[in-house]
């Protein structure tokens, strides 16, 4: 079972360049999300979807779009990228369904983003 | 304005001792928290949860306390082991069915043979 998928692990990008990350999950689950890590600063939500075709944004959405076509995908966009922007990503995925396993994500290995 | 709190970035003990995390958070609103568990390289892992109805959850080694009066929680592990050392953060989800998490900064454990 492979839970959720993030590729790439690793990116280099020079300020200005565009990229996708990508995510994927097998578990069916409705809820995905987009977070990056910054040292010292916690998990931070950039945007979510409740399902395909709806998503919101979160704490930190400036400089990302996401869309949500199937139940499977997330992609997180970088229009153009910034040094800011440097940081670890991680997409999580969870089940609203069942009281049993309220709000427990699961999450990707990350993705590591360098902008130069 | 963080509304989820864990106040020390790093706590050290000895293999077998207890280990206590502790978490403040401020949104009287919150109804359900978790604690992950991240290893380096790795994404966060989910290791104990407790709804508001409750004030003790215990799942082997790893118990979570909540007191709603003072809105803290603990995490308490025992006996620590030196596959314990990770970072640990501290979750919180609000009333109403909402799926989004708010996280502390994190709590790195060192557990010490």
């Known amino acids: 079972n492979a839970g959720v998928t993030q590729t790439p692990k690793f990116q280099v990008l020079k300020t200005g360049q565009s990229m996708t990350l990508q995510c994927a999950q097998d578990?069916?689950?409705?809820?995905m999300s987009w977070y990056r890590q910054d040292p010292g600063m916690g998990l931070r939500l950039i945007h979510y979807s409740v399902g395909a075709g709806i998503t919101d944004q979160g704490e930190v959405p400036n400089g990302y779009n996401v869309s949500r076509s199937t139940t499977e995908d997330f992609p997180l966009r970088l229009l153009s990228a910034a040094p800011s922007q440097t940081s670890v990503y991680f997409c999580a995925s969870s089940d609203p369904g069942g009281y049993s396993g309220k709000n427990i994500q699961y999450f990707g290995a990350g993705t590591r983003l360098s902008v130069l | 304005d963080q509304q989820v709190k864990q106040n020390s970035p790093s706590l050290s003990v000895q293999e077998g001792r207890i280990s206590i995390l502790n978490c403040d958070y401020t949104n009287s609103m919150f109804d359900y928290f978790l604690w992950y568990k991240k290893y380096p390289a790795e994404g966060p892992t989910f290791l104990i949860s407790i709804s508001s109805i409750k004030d003790k959850n215990e799942d082997g080694r790893f118990t979570v306390f909540l007191n709603k009066s003072a809105k803290h929680l603990s995490l308490h592990i025992v006996p620590s082991q030196p596959g314990d050392s990770a970072v640990y953060f501290c979750a919180a989800s609000l009333q109403g069915g909402s799926e989004k998490l708010v996280f502390g900064k994190g709590t790195k454990l060192t557990v010490n043979p």
């Open positions: 578990m069916n689950h409705e809820y």
